[in-house]
């Protein structure tokens, strides 16, 4: 299946810093990227995701990029704010629009203020 | 509109003791999946399923864990003589179609095996 790779495990930032989190995946047919969020005690949360005929997507103050030849993706969030501590996963499919994702093991992120 | 729901949201069981989880995924959604979460780590994939049939079961850690979903909707994780490793937040998830679209997740079961 899938292999996807996430690091760092944890990153500590002050508040107003940027974050970048990375994924590596290693099917070259995977097509979707996205990025979940789970604050504490909460269940996971869609934050932002890619489709592989893009190489960066924003949306306020987060971002994705991808680097296809290489297999990897990364998240990066800008002028970061308390509330944006909790743990982050990446996830790949295995080529096909249908099937499971595989997640990356999670970054738990914590902005200090 | 109505997101995706589990019952119990807690189940406290005896070593031993079989339970039931259940899931209601987002209505039109073809696609469901389960996870484990044990505490402070991260998604255990468990099983998919497309419709009624499950295509993915590679996630299933023993043949005491089974799962099933009818009509196309609820799906229900059994758990047969629960051990105190079973003990997590078993999470389920809906997309409308597979892999490549947005999985909304459940508020999740925890489960305590005593």
Do not use: M
């Amino acid at each position: 299946g899938e292999n996807v790779e996430q690091h760092p495990s944890t990153l500590s930032v002050q508040e107003g810093d940027s974050a970048v989190i990375k994924c590596t995946y290693s099917d070259s047919a995977s097509n979707y990227f996205p990025w979940y969020k789970q604050e504490l005690g909460k269940r996971p949360q869609l934050i932002i995701d890619i489709r592989s005929n893009v190489g960066e997507k924003k949306d306020q103050r987060i971002a994705v990029t991808l680097n296809k030849t290489a297999k990897h993706f990364s998240l990066h969030i800008t002028e970061t704010q308390p509330e944006d501590s909790a743990v982050y996963f990446c996830a790949a499919p295995r080529g096909s629009t249908l099937g499971r994702l595989y997640f990356g093991r999670g970054t738990q992120l914590t902005v200090w203020p | 509109g109505a997101g995706v729901s589990q019952s119990p949201s807690n189940k406290v069981t005896e070593k031993g003791k079989d339970v039931e989880l259940r899931c209601d995924p987002i209505s039109g959604h073809t696609a469901l999946y389960w996870y484990r979460q044990r505490l402070g780590q991260g998604l255990e994939f468990l099983i998919y399923f497309q419709g009624n049939s499950a295509p993915d079961k590679s996630g299933l850690p023993s043949d005491r864990f089974s799962a099933e979903r009818t009509g196309g909707s609820v799906s229900t994780l059994t758990i047969q003589r629960t051990q105190q490793e079973d003990s997590a937040v078993y999470l389920c998830a809906s997309s409308l179609v597979g892999a490549s679209y947005e999985q909304y997740f459940g508020p999740g079961t925890r489960l305590t095996v005593t």
